[in-house]
C-alpha cells in the first residue's frame, strides 16, 4: 500500500503581519497603481504595479467563486505579461507575489515564471506562464510567452513543443546541462491534472542557433516504456504526495516509485502512489540514464 496524504495546496499572499484588502478594479488606490504601471518602467513603478498585481493575485486565488476567480485571472494574467516584457524586470524579485513561480537558471540568462487558475466546481486547472532569456553571445533580451495546450502523456513524452503548444506546469526547480556547445534547462514541475490525479514531470529547455525556443528533447533513457523520452510524467493520485527532487551531492534526479494500490488496478494511474522505493536518472554523454531501486536516505 502506498503511502497516502492529503496536501493542501495554497500560495499564502501575503504574510502574517500584512493585511491586503480586496480592492475594486475601479477603487482610487488601484487606478493609481495602474497609472504608474502605464509610465515608462522604473523601479518605481514596477513596484506601484506588484501591489496591483497582489491585489488581483489575491482574487484570483481567493475569490468567491469560479466567475470572480477568473475575472481577476483576466486581469492579473495581461499585466504580469506586459511588465515581463521589460527586461528590468528580469532582475527584479517580485517577492511580494507569492502566487508566481520564479526560478532563475543557474547560469543566470534564462527566467521562468509559472502560475496556474484552479477551477473548483470541476477540480481542473489552467496554467501560464512567462520566459525571460540572455542570449550569451549578445546580450540580446528576449521574452517567450508560455500558452498551454493539453496533450495526452503518451504523446507528451515522444513529442517536442513550442512555447504554444506547452504542457503547463508549475516549476519548482532548474538544473542546467551543458553537452558539447549547446545548454539545457531542465525543469522540474507540478501538474495538477483534477480530483483524481496529480502529475509531475521532468522537462527541458532548449535554444537553437536562432535563439528559436523548444520544450522536450531525447535526452532521457532507459526507462519503462518508449526506449528514448523528451520528457518524464509521472502521474499519480491526487492526495498522495510525490518525491521529485535533484540531489546534488549524487549529481541525480531522485524520485519516489510509484505502484498501484493493489495489483488489480495496474494501470490505473489516479491509484498510484509512492512504494517506499526509490529510482532515477544520473547524467552520463548527454543523456539522463535511468536507475531503478537506490538506496536513499531522506
Known amino acids: 500500500m502506498f503511502r497516502l496524504l492529503i496536501v493542501f495546496l495554497f500560495f499564502p499572499l501575503v504574510s502574517s503581519s500584512q493585511s491586503v484588502g480586496r480592492l475594486k478594479p475601479s477603487s482610487p488606490d488601484v487606478v493609481a497603481a495602474r497609472k504608474a ?19 488581483y493575485a489575491d482574487s484570483m486565488v481567493r475569490g468567491s467563486s469560479d466567475a470572480v476567480r477568473r475575472a481577476y485571472c483576466a486581469l492579473f494574467n495581461p499585466m504580469i505579461n506586459d511588465l515581463l516584457r521589460h527586461e528590468i524586470t528580469f532582475a527584479y524579485p517580485f517577492d511580494s507575489l507569492k502566487v ?30 512567462m520566459l525571460q532569456r540572455i542570449n550569451p553571445k549578445t546580450g540580446e533580451f528576449k521574452v517567450f510567452g508560455l500558452i498551454e495546450q493539453k ?33 539545457y534547462y531542465f525543469l522540474l514541475g507540478w501538474h495538477g491534472v483534477d480530483r483524481a490525479s496529480t502529475h509531475k514531470l521532468i522537462d527541458v529547455v532548449t535554444f537553437d542557433q536562432w535563439d528559436n525556443m523548444d520544450f522536450g528533447a531525447p535526452l532521457f533513457s532507459g526507462q519503462p516504456g518508449p526506449k528514448i523520452k523528451y520528457r518524464v510524467i509521472f502521474e499519480f493520485n491526487a492526495n498522495a504526495v510525490m518525491l521529485l527532487r535533484f540531489e546534488k551531492s549524487r549529481k ?20 498510484y502512489g509512492p512504494d517506499f522505493t526509490y529510482d532515477g536518472y544520473f547524467f552520463k554523454k548527454g543523456l539522463w540514464i535511468y536507475k531503478s531501486n537506490l538506496d536513499v536516505k531522506n
Open 100 to 129: 508566481l513561480s520564479k526560478l532563475k537558471s543557474p547560469d543566470g540568462k534564462v527566467r521562468v515564471y509559472t502560475w496556474f487558475l484552479q477551477n473548483r466546481s470541476t477540480g481542473g486547472y489552467d496554467y501560464y506562464g
Open 151 to 183: 496533450h495526452a502523456t503518451d504523446f507528451a513524452e515522444i513529442n517536442v513543443f513550442e512555447s504554444n503548444e506547452w504542457y503547463g506546469a508549475v516549476y519548482y526547480d532548474i538544473i542546467e546541462r551543458r553537452v558539447k556547445k549547446e545548454t
Open 252 to 271: 541525480m534526479l531522485v524520485f519516489d516509485h510509484l505502484s498501484p494500490a493493489s495489483p488489480s488496478l495496474k494501470g490505473q494511474y489516479s491509484s
Open 37 to 55: 504601471a502605464e509610465r515608462p518602467l522604473t523601479l518605481d513603478s514596477l513596484r506601484n504595479a506588484e501591489v496591483l498585481l497582489v491585489q
